[in-house]
């Protein structure tokens, strides 16, 4: 289980970079806060994981 740096919480969020193909399962997993999305710019450095509780991305 992945933890957050920050709080210590395991509310997780993998964040998906760039424009995906929307689908029913994804949807799912953005619904059940699995997955967020980081938006369409790609650079490098970007986090992979986002805490639903505290908003840190790392
Ligand atoms: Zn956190």
């Given amino acids: 289980m ?3 740096p920050k ?3 395991t509310d997780i969020a993998m964040i998906l970079w760039g424009l ?3 689908s029913k399962d ?3 997993k953005v619904k059940d ?3 967020v999305f980081g938006g369409c710019c790609v650079s490098s450095g970007d986090p992979k ?6 908003g840190w991305r790392y």
């Fill in 2 to 4: 992945t933890e957050c």
């Fill in 7 to 9: 709080c210590g919480g």
């Fill in 20 to 22: 995906p193909q929307m």
């Fill in 26 to 28: 994804l949807e799912k």
């Fill in 33 to 35: 806060k699995k997955i």
């Fill in 49 to 54: 994981l986002e805490c639903n509780d505290c």
